[in-house]
């Protein structure tokens, strides 16, 4: 018959003993105790750490033990996830044998990739930060490609703006009494004047038509000669 206490009893010596500094117990009945698992130093000696406690079940290590993170630093969600999966799987693997330092075991390893992924994490957001930073310096320096549509559509739109400005200002100025529109200032506001004549011409046509009736042939004019005058005299001419 398996003696479930020593079993017990002999772990928690061996885990006081490995775990010195890290190793607390929190009660007897039930079994209670935690574990403090500090990931090694990373690149720039930034370390993961997660608090792991455990309660022994009456029948340990035939009974899986109980288990949960109840702190942790610099772990995502994500990562807090995959402990507890590792948790579970390990305790499954291994049920039938004490299992606290197997199970703390994985969890180092764990916290270990997690630290080496943060550091890859970190390169890659670097790097994409490069690429968004590139990106941005090409397409400030290059602006956007002129077509005749873009180019069509920003000056009607200019043109809008500034007929706009010029009719506030105008209305204003006349409100005020301080200037009496112009002829130019109303073909500014209004560009149909400017078509106005144009308009007109195309209306009447290329046809323009005369009354002949208004003209005669010059034979038909009857003009005095100057001999048939009785008053008429050279010599008079002469003597002026």
């Known amino acids: 018959m398996t003696d479930y206490s020593e079993e017990q009893r002999n772990e928690l010596e061996a885990l006081e003993s ?33 608090t792991l406690k455990f309660t022994y079940r009456e029948k340990y290590p035939d009974e899986t033990p109980l288990y949960e993170i109840v702190s ?9 996830m995959n402990i507890i999966k590792l948790l579970e799987q390990q305790a499954e693997e291994n049920l039938g044998m004490v299992m606290i330092f197997t199970l703390v075991s994985a969890v180092q390893e764990k916290l270990n990739e997690i630290v080496d992924q ?13 690429r968004e930073a590139e990106e ?25 703006e500034l007929l706009e ?3 506030k200002k105008m209305k204003e100025e006349e409100q005020a009494g301080k200037n009496k529109l ?14 106005s004549d144009i308009q007109f ?5 290329n046809n323009v038509e005369v009354d002949e009736s208004l003209f005669q042939e010059m034979d038909d004019l009857e003009l005095e000669d100057e001999e048939d005058d009785p008053d008429y005299n050279p010599v008079n001419l002469d003597s002026d």
């Open 18 to 50: 490995i775990y010195p500094d890290s190793f607390t117990v929190l009660s007897e009945k039930p079994t209670t105790f935690t574990i403090t698992v500090t990931s090694e130093a990373g690149e720039n000696d930034e370390t993961v750490q997660t």
């Open 72 to 80: 942790q630093e610099n772990l995502d969600d994500n990562d807090v």
């Open 118 to 130: 943060i550091k890859t994490r970190r390169e890659e957001e670097k790097k994409q930060k490069e």
């Open 136 to 160: 941005e310096e090409k397409q400030r320096f290059h602006g956007t490609p002129v077509t005749i549509e873009n180019f069509l559509n920003w000056k009607a739109k200019f043109d809008a």
């Open 165 to 167: 400005i010029k009719r």
């Open 182 to 195: 112009s002829g130019k200032q109303l073909f500014e506001m209004d560009h149909n004047l400017d078509t």
């Open 201 to 205: 011409l195309e209306e009447a046509g």
